[in-house]
């Protein structure tokens, strides 16, 4: 079950319409509110689309609440290129991915599936080689979007599996945050620096499972961040 939260009803009705025909099944709600009560009252959701403007309360405010009170449930937002800070505070908070309005069904659908794919644990068949991407330690399956180190699962959202797997392929090469932001959302290009270094410090995080690799990212002041491909 897939809960659209968003108070404009013509954006989960296209929404809906899309998961229907994946699969999916859905309920709906107009405001963070009323999501919030549902989940109090026994709603087991797999995943929130939620919007971050609705009035009532807001999609910051209903994450905040949920991480807060333990609710673990993975969180999409949905936002608008102006609300910059609202995007970079929801990823602080705990969201585990966004995309700005307007956005295509088919880039929607293929975050629902990593995301979904990532907190269920499942694995998809091997396709072939070619779709495993090596470095030292680091295993990345770029057709099922999750990357280990050694037998760990780093748990990676797609964006931060972007980051990881652009800094593979051109290590030692520095590449602009504008860059950056291309390779990760190819459909919007209003985002800021400051998304990215968000994502950066996140990625960082989670490759500390191997004190070596957080480094291996360097920033490079005024023109943006490097994979270093030399031993540490």
């Known amino acids: 079950m897939i809960a659209l939260v968003d108070d404009e009803k013509n954006v989960r009705l296209g929404i809906k319409t899309a998961l229907k025909h994946e699969g999916f099944e859905t309920c709906e709600f107009c405001n963070g509110m009323e999501a919030y009560d549902a989940v109090k009252g026994g709603l087991n959701a797999e995943l929130f689309v939620m919007d971050i403007m609705m009035p009532v309360m807001d999609g910051i405010q209903t994450l905040r609440k949920f991480r807060e009170e333990g609710i673990k449930t993975p969180v999409m937002f949905l936002t608008s290129r102006d609300e910059e800070f609202d995007k970079v505070l929801g990823l602080e908070l705990g969201a585990d991915d966004y995309l700005c309005k307007p956005f295509s069904m088919r880039e929607l659908i293929a975050r629902i599936h990593v995301i979904l794919r990532r907190f269920s644990g499942g694995r998809e068949k091997s396709a072939g080689e070619e779709n495993i991407l090596c470095h030292e330690n680091l295993k990345l399956n770029l057709r099922s979007y999750m990357a ?46 400051r998304a ?37």
Not at 209 to 216: G, M, S, Y
């Open 148 to 193: 280990f180190v050694g037998q760990e699962n780093l748990e990676l959202t797609v964006t931060e599996f972007r980051l990881l797997e652009a800094f593979i392929k051109n290590q030692d090469v520095v590449l602009s945050r504008e860059q950056l932001i291309s390779i990760c959302y190819p459909e919007d290009t209003y985002l800021n620096d």
């Open 196 to 232: 990215i270094d968000c994502h950066i410090k996140r990625l960082r995080k989670k490759l500390s499972v191997d004190e070596k690799l957080p480094e291996k990212i360097q920033t490079v002041y005024g023109a943006g961040y490097r994979w270093t491909g030399l031993l540490s």
